[in-house]
Nanobody, 123 residues
Framework: QVQLVESGGGSVQAGGSLRLSCAASGYTYSRGWFRQAPGKEREGVAGIDADGLTTYAESVKGRFTISQDNDRKTLYLQMNSLNVEDSAMYYC????????????????????WGQGTQVTVSS
């Protein structure tokens, strides 16, 4: 069992930036960030596979960047040019299987989840 702990959420004005971090207690191959706003389904934001290949939701391309430490223990999500629609609870996810980047915006591919960190963007 791998424990995931997110941090870095908070409140920011539109146009601002935040950097989320996710510390893992063990090694995993596939990792991603998801978000869920009230009344909406959980959606994939960004994913990174075992080879370092990444994928992004269309709504965040060019604004968000997913990255990880060399030891793959800490995952990051740099979020720039935030807008009100980015407000949500953000979750870190990981899986011990080697999924291709193609699948990493699908929450069903992940068996480990963090508790979430809230991001609120005001206009």
């Amino acid at each position: 069992q791998v424990q995931l702990v997110e941090s870095g959420g908070g409140s920011v004005q539109a146009g601002g930036s935040l950097r989320l971090s996710c510390a893992a207690s063990g090694y995993t191959y596939s990792r991603g960030w998801f978000r869920q706003a009230p009344g909406k389904e959980r959606e994939g934001v960004a994913g990174i596979d075992a080879d370092g290949l990444t994928t992004y939701a269309e709504s965040v391309k060019g604004r968000f960047t997913i990255s990880q430490d060399n030891d793959r223990k800490t995952l990051y999500l740099q979020m720039n040019s935030l807008n009100v629609e980015d407000s949500a609870m953000y979750y870190c996810a990981a899986d011990s299987r080697k999924w291709s980047w193609i699948f990493l915006l699908n929450p069903s591919r992940f068996n480990f989840w963090g508790q979430g960190t809230q991001v609120t963007v005001s206009s």
